[in-house]
């Protein structure tokens, strides 16, 4: 007979969101366990990819609680700065553009490094911290590579880890992304829709200095993101790329060989950097939204993306994911703090209300900015790249704006 083992909360997958949250949960003294799929060796240490996060200024905070923030090996960079602009690939971007300074933001900070939109940290960087931080974090038990199944019932939960103990608590969340098992075998409906986009995602090292600025570039085939990333071992100045194609086009432009795979990247991000090449490996996604009916179910909670999916277009995807974790975290802990059931249906139904509208309309939104900027109409296009320079010259709307790229209070950001 199997080892049983109490513990309040179980963590189903340990990517970025649920790794955070459990963290977290173990730090404001929760008793938790975790469970991947995957090895999570402690001390892993892969070669630079091209990937990485942009961790918006409002989702720091998870990192920084979860105790996250100061194991990063490397230093993460800041954005201080965004534009906006409009044009095609080979042509000069439109002169009607959006600039945003984090000094315009009105937002006081401690520290000189505090004063950014948010950070790109490599995902590299961020993988070795958080599996260090799972292996060494008191009250948070590790299960990986593992699979288990789960029994729910109106008083708690069962996990019966294979080949190993049994774990009995009081809520189980689903971390596991968007093909979540858990989700699924709630019953929990989703709908969801795919774009006919493909998004690649590289890095390159330039030139001339990015000054901490990012770039989205508008193109009839979607975004296209130049986002500031610190210097490695081999390039002093280097930038992440993110951008969209239709799929026959992204499958022949990740054919290229890395002369021509360059080129493609430096006519659509101009010469503002000086010379290019690409550095690491370059990735392809099928793009998509999605969005379950429901977060939450008897003893279940969906976070990340086993409950919501948006275009990248908006650079929010990982960020709706750690807010997600920050509520359900807070309301857990404070149960725990008073000794009240963490997985309380009044209490999942407050976590649902606080994060699925904010979700629904980051989805909407992300979803109307791509129908409205992937394409080439010209009478759509001459309206936004007016309403892009209408927004540039009003400071109030900019201010809004930037507290929403920041993951502050305010309407949802174009980036």
Same mark, same amino acid.
């Given at each position: 007979?199997?080892?049983?083992?109490?513990?309040? %909360?179980?963590?189903?997958?340990?990517?970025?969101?649920?790794?955070?949250?459990?963290?977290?949960?173990?730090?404001?003294?929760?008793?938790?366990?975790?469970?991947?799929?995957?090895?999570?060796?402690?001390?892993?240490?892969?070669?630079?990819?091209? $990937?990485?996060?942009? %961790?918006?200024?409002?989702? $720091?905070?998870?990192?920084?609680?979860? +105790?996250?923030?100061?194991?990063?090996?490397?230093?993460?960079?800041? @954005?201080?700065?965004?534009?906006?602009?409009?044009?095609?690939?080979?042509?000069?971007?439109?002169?009607?553009?959006? *600039?945003?300074?984090?000094?315009?933001?009105?937002?006081?900070?401690?520290?000189?490094?505090?004063?950014?939109?948010?950070?790109?940290?490599?995902?590299?960087?961020?993988?070795?911290?958080?599996?260090?931080?799972? *292996?060494?974090?008191?009250?948070?038990?590790?299960?990986?590579?593992?699979?288990?199944?789960? !029994?729910?019932?109106?008083?708690?939960?069962?996990?019966?880890?294979?080949?190993?103990? $049994?774990?009995?608590?009081?809520?189980?969340?689903?971390?596991?992304?968007?093909?979540?098992?858990?989700?699924?075998?709630?019953?929990?409906?989703?709908?969801?829709?795919?774009?006919?986009?493909?998004?690649?995602?590289?890095?390159?090292?330039?030139?001339?200095?990015?000054?901490?600025?990012? #770039?989205? *570039?508008?193109?009839?085939?979607?975004?296209?993101?130049?986002?500031?990333?610190?210097?490695?071992?081999?390039?002093?100045?280097?930038?992440? @790329?993110?951008?969209?194609?239709?799929?026959?086009?992204?499958?022949?432009?990740?054919?290229?060989?890395?002369?021509?795979?360059?080129?493609?990247?430096?006519?659509?991000?101009? +010469?503002?950097?000086?010379?290019?090449?690409? %550095?690491?490996?370059?990735?392809?996604?099928?793009?998509?939204?999605?969005?379950?009916?429901?977060?939450?179910?008897?003893?279940?909670?969906?976070?990340?993306?086993?409950?919501? +999916?948006?275009?990248?277009?908006?650079?929010?995807?990982?960020? #709706?994911?750690?807010?997600?974790?920050?509520?359900?975290?807070?309301? @857990?802990?404070?149960?725990?703090?008073?000794?009240?059931?963490?997985?309380?249906?009044?209490? #999942?139904?407050?976590?649902?209300?606080?994060?699925?509208?904010?979700?629904?309309?980051?989805?909407?939104?992300?979803?109307?900015?791509?129908?409205?900027?992937? !394409?080439?109409?010209?009478?759509?296009?001459?309206?936004?790249?007016?309403? @892009?320079?209408?927004?540039?010259?009003?400071?109030?709307?900019?201010?809004?704006?930037?507290?929403?790229?920041?993951? #502050?209070?305010?309407?949802?950001?174009?980036?």
């Amino acid at each position: 007979m199997s080892e049983t083992r109490v513990v309040d %909360i179980v963590v189903v997958g340990a990517g970025p969101v649920g790794g955070a949250l459990a963290c977290r949960l173990a730090a404001g003294g929760v008793r938790t366990a975790i469970i991947d799929r995957a090895p999570l060796p402690p001390m892993e240490h892969p070669a630079f990819d091209g $990937r990485a996060y942009a %961790i918006a200024r409002g989702s $720091r905070a998870l990192l920084q609680a979860a +105790g996250l923030w100061d194991r990063l090996p490397d230093p993460p960079c800041p @954005i201080r700065g965004i534009r906006v602009s409009d044009g095609k690939p080979g042509r000069p971007a439109s002169p009607l553009f959006l *600039h945003f300074d984090v000094e315009e933001a009105g937002l006081a900070a401690a520290e000189p490094e505090e004063e950014a939109f948010g950070w790109m940290v490599e995902a590299r960087a961020l993988r070795r911290a958080l599996n260090g931080l799972l *292996h060494a974090t008191p009250d948070l038990a590790v299960y990986a590579p593992a699979s288990a199944a789960l !029994n729910r019932g109106a008083t708690g939960a069962e996990v019966t880890i294979a080949n190993g103990p $049994r774990l009995t608590c009081r809520l189980v969340i689903a971390a596991e992304g968007r093909d979540s098992p858990l989700r699924r075998a709630a019953g929990i409906p989703v709908t969801r829709f795919a774009y006919r986009q493909s998004g690649i995602v590289a890095a390159i090292a330039h030139e001339r200095p990015h000054n901490n600025v990012a #770039l989205e *570039h508008f193109l009839p085939a979607g975004p296209f993101a130049q986002l500031p990333m610190s210097p490695t071992a081999e390039a002093a100045h280097v930038s992440a @790329i993110v951008w969209t194609e239709r799929p026959a086009v992204a499958a022949r432009i990740m054919a290229l060989d890395e002369a021509a795979f360059g080129a493609e990247i430096a006519r659509r991000l101009g +010469g503002h950097l000086g010379a290019i090449r690409p %550095i690491g490996r370059r990735w392809l996604y099928p793009l998509s939204a999605l969005h379950a009916h429901r977060y939450i179910a008897t003893r279940l909670a969906l976070v990340g993306d086993a409950a919501h +999916g948006i275009h990248p277009i908006a650079g929010q995807g990982l960020n #709706l994911g750690f807010q997600d974790a920050i509520a359900l975290a807070d309301l @857990i802990i404070a149960a725990r703090a008073r000794g009240a059931d963490p997985g309380d249906p009044a209490l #999942l139904a407050r976590y649902q209300k606080a994060r699925r509208g904010p979700n629904l309309l980051m989805l909407a939104t992300t979803d109307a900015l791509d129908r409205l900027f992937s !394409n080439d109409f010209s009478p759509i296009r001459l309206a936004r790249d007016l309403g @892009i320079a209408a927004v540039h010259r009003m400071p109030p709307l900019k201010r809004l704006f930037m507290r929403r790229a920041m993951g #502050l209070p305010g309407f949802p950001s174009p980036l």
